[in-house]
């Protein structure tokens, strides 16, 4: 890997992480995205689509509350599939490597959301001096400066350097180690889809979940066709459940006007 490559690898990782409108969160953060331009960078797009999609198994169950960042995949994303590559990585190894780096990412973004709160304190400074032309400052030139500090420079040397001693950290775990390691990123993949379907499994979206499966094991169906089945089985079912709720809601209101599922109103007979 040269220079310049670690370089837009840097890049790329602080353009994931800058929060852009329809860049960042939605686009660039995701493994799959990031590990593809990353593989375009180091001259294989093939190999970075494949190991950043199963780096992005890992991370299907993502959620990201309050502010917390469990884990960095965009990080895990651009690292890992940069090791891959230039280690001659497969994808499973390559993921057991990466989960690691994006566990250490989330250093990065605390510290990211620590510091920024003095630009904050700057901008309300500046409003209390009726300062308002320099708002854009605080809430975008500033964050996205040291934004870009903390993650293109760490990002970069440990593209560059790590690339350069990863065939030997491979060495060292020829044998057994390694086949561990792959084990491992073996299992990361239904760990992600177990998180999924955590969410999914739940009231009245089981019988949906069945049915998706029947779908796909019992048909030749392609994704983009059951993908079409789903979005309408949604459709009509929020046209139905839109349509009996008025007449739920009536058949619960008591004499008083209050909603109560209990009622019933031949009780009043």
């Known amino acids: 890997m040269t220079i310049l490559q670690a370089i837009l690898c ?8 800058a929060n852009l409108p329809f860049i960042s969160i939605w686009t660039f ?7 593809w331009l990353t593989g375009c960078i180091l001259g294989d797009p093939v190999t970075g689509a494949v190991v950043g999609g199963s780096i992005n198994l890992v991370y299907l169950g993502f959620i990201s509350a309050g502010g917390s960042m469990p884990a960095d995949m965009a990080l895990a994303g651009v690292l890992g599939t940069a090791y891959a590559i230039t280690g001659g990585l497969d994808a499973t190894t390559a993921l057991a490597i990466a989960v690691p780096l994006g566990l250490l990412g989330t250093i990065v973004w605390y510290l990211r959301m620590t510091f920024d709160s003095v630009f904050v304190h700057m901008g ?16 975008l030139v500033f964050p996205q400066a040291f934004a870009a500090v903390i993650c293109v420079i ?18 060292l775990l020829a ?13 990361m993949p239904a760990l992600g889809i177990a998180i999924t ?11 949906f979940l069945f049915l998706g499966f029947m779908v796909a094991t019992c048909t030749s169906l392609t994704l983009i066709e059951q993908g079409i089945i789903g979005l309408i089985v949604a459709i009509l079912y929020i046209q139905v459940t839109d349509k009996l709720a008025p007449a739920v809601a009536t058949a619960g209101n008591t004499p008083s006007g209050e909603y109560d599922p209990d009622y019933d109103p031949d009780d009043d007979e």
Do not use: S
Request: hydrophobic share 45%; with cysteine; glycine share 10%.
């Open 175 to 187: 044998g057994k180690p390694l086949e561990i390691f792959t084990i491992i990123g073996g299992l």
């Open 197 to 207: 379907l955590q969410y999914i499994f739940k009231g009245e979206a089981r019988i």
């Open 10 to 17: 840097g890049l790329l990782y602080w353009l994931a992480e």
């Open 29 to 35: 953060q995701r493994p799959l995205v990031c590990g």
């Open 124 to 139: 309300d400074k500046w409003v209390a001096q009726g300062k308002f032309n320099r708002l854009w400052l605080t809430n």
């Open 154 to 171: 760490p990002c970069t040397i440990a593209a560059y350097f790590g690339a350069a001693y990863i065939q030997d950290f491979i060495n």
